[in-house]
């Protein structure tokens, strides 16, 4: 009868607090850096070394992140960089496995890992996608046969460590990756948020600090430069995930393949040559952001113009405030709803109205792809000649930072 109450006792003392007797705060500081782990395995991992191969990983690092992943996902490697790479390749369109611009806003935000499950049992998506991906003995047998048999392991483990709130920590864990990614990165990521770059499809960066989501907050600038293990491109953003990237190549454990593209400026030409026009082309990205700069520039501009003229609430005015958010896009992103009324602010302003038109000369640059090098050359210093000879400064300096680039 002893021996029945101590083995009660300690039942319900191990319920109660755990092999750790740990207090709240720090079951919480637990469960805070069990799922930070987890977002640096996705980003780091699965997202940036094996689907877009942009650095390679230590073994160790690698099979401590596919261990992690097996505990705290149950995801399998194969599955997940087949799934994204073909996000990539066919992003925004019907078959995207998760794109808000096709499904829904509110599909991939809350079924975003049932889209996942689905895709992974295309077997097409697996073998034309998943390629390059690990196929060693312990993937084989354990990591891809008993993908569920490793997060019922983490059940066990937390509830031993914490007791019987651990099946809180580990519930939380397990909704962390379906919330955060399937969801948000899939979902807001291509639905709400700020663009740094005209990117083909409809990326965002949704916040400029990627520390919760480990830098794929910063989505946009991803989409721009997917093999980038870089995700941070402005002074004011932050990818944590680059920061954990460094530290494991200071210490051997990493080796960066690429990085994002810098325009370089160097003497300024006395005539664009084809050296300009591959610097102009490889970063093209870059140099239609500065581009909208100037664009948001003279509209700010002319904003001010009618602000001394005391015609802030005029038609022109409102088209005008418009403009200074959608006039830089390219025009197929823009909505029908609101060319009509740029339309209208063009028509009022002949500065502005030589920007778009400029703006999309340049655009053809690469945009074209029947016309010989040669021809764009001859192209490329035509568009300096007139922005020069335009007699509207933001053209004149654009031209000549052109004219300066290098590779």
Not at 155 to 160: E, G, K, R, T
Not at 295 to 310: D, F, I, N, T
Request: glycine residues 6%; hydrophobic residues 45%; positive net charge.
């Amino acid at each position: 009868m002893i021996y029945l109450t101590t083995l009660h006792d300690g039942l319900v003392e191990w319920l109660s607090n755990g092999l750790l007797d740990a207090s709240w705060w720090q079951i919480l500081l637990t469960a805070l850096v069990f799922t930070h782990i987890t977002i640096a395995a996705v980003t780091i991992y699965l997202h940036r070394s094996q689907a877009h191969r942009s650095l390679d990983l230590h073994p160790v690092v690698s099979h401590f992140f596919r261990f992690w992943l097996w505990l705290t996902t149950g995801m399998v490697t194969k599955e997940w960089v087949a799934i994204h790479r073909k996000h990539h390749a066919k992003c925004e369109t019907v078959d995207d496995p998760h794109s808000p611009v096709t499904r829904g806003i509110k599909t991939v935000l809350l079924t975003g890992s049932e889209l996942y499950r689905a895709e992974a049992k295309v077997g097409e998506t697996l073998s034309k996608y998943g390629h390059g991906t690990p196929d060693d003995w312990i993937e084989r047998h354990l990591y891809s046969r008993f993908s569920w048999q490793g997060v019922a392991l983490m059940l066990i483990v937390n509830m031993a460590l914490f007791g019987a709130i651990g099946a809180t920590v580990w519930a939380v864990q397990m909704a962390w990756i379906p919330i955060n990614a399937a969801g948000i990165i899939n979902g807001l990521g291509h639905y709400w948020g700020y663009r740094n770059f005209e990117a083909a499809d409809a990326s965002t960066n949704i916040s400029p600090w990627g520390i919760v989501i480990g830098g794929e907050e910063l989505h946009n600038n991803h989409h721009t430069y997917p093999t980038s293990a870089k995700f941070s491109v402005k002074r004011y953003e932050f990818d944590i995930g680059w920061v954990y990237i460094r530290a494991l190549e200071s210490i051997g454990l990493a080796r960066v393949r690429k990085t994002p593209p810098r325009l370089a400026l160097g003497a300024v030409r006395p005539v664009a040559d084809s050296q300009t026009l591959e610097a102009v082309i490889a970063n093209r990205y870059e140099v239609m952001a500065k581009y909208a700069v100037e664009m948001r520039r003279a509209v700010r501009g002319e904003l001010a113009r009618l602000k001394e003229q005391g015609a802030q609430n005029s038609a022109h005015w409102r088209d005008l405030v418009l403009a200074k958010a959608w006039l830089h896009r390219d025009e197929d992103k823009i909505p029908s709803g609101v060319k009509t009324r740029l339309a209208d602010a063009l028509s009022e302003s002949p500065k502005l109205a030589q920007l778009v038109a400029m703006r999309e000369e340049l655009r053809a640059l690469w945009t074209r792809t029947n016309v010989s090098a040669e021809q764009l050359v001859v192209d490329l210093q035509a568009w300096c000649r007139r922005a020069e000879g335009s007699g509207i400064a933001a053209l004149h300096d654009f031209s000549l930072k052109l004219r300066a680039a290098r590779i």
